[in-house]
């Protein structure tokens, strides 16, 4: 089993910064990949962005060069950074792992999820 918390969400003005944090613990070395999923009211759960234990990165077509992923192995970390923030950014922020060796840009097979963090960007 694997237990993810994640935290740094939060109210942001349009434009800023923000950076969300995910604390991996339990089963981590069975941990292929984390990802970054968010949901917005009335829309459906989408992969933001995803590393895997090699580094290989992706990212969603809407978030490219304004989200950045990356991992601390060391202390079994996750963040997500975010810059030029847009209110069409709002919405909770899923951490999730999976343990199969899948395509990095593939969007499903994540088996651990956290309870998310709300982020809001107002205009």
């Known amino acids: 089993q694997v237990q993810l918390v994640e935290s740094g969400g939060g109210l942001v003005q349009a434009g800023g910064s923000l950076r969300v944090s995910c604390a991996a613990s339990?089963?981590?070395?069975?941990?292929?990949?984390m990802g970054w999923y968010r949901q917005a009211p009335g829309k459906q759960r989408e992969l933001v962005a995803a590393?895997?234990?090699?580094?290989?990165?992706n990212y969603a077509d809407s978030v490219k060069g304004r989200f950045t992923i990356s991992r601390d192995n060391a202390q079994n970390m996750v963040f997500l950074q975010m810059s030029s923030l847009k209110p069409a950014d709002t919405a909770v922020y899923y951490c999730?792992?999976?343990?199969?060796?899948?395509?990095?840009?593939?969007?499903?097979?994540?088996?651990?999820w956290g309870q998310g963090t709300q982020v809001t960007v107002s205009s």
């Open positions: 999730a792992a999976r343990t199969r060796l899948l395509p990095v840009a593939l969007p499903a097979g994540y088996d651990y």
């Open positions: 339990g089963s981590i070395f069975s941990i292929n990949a």
């Open positions: 590393i895997t234990s090699n580094g290989d990165t």
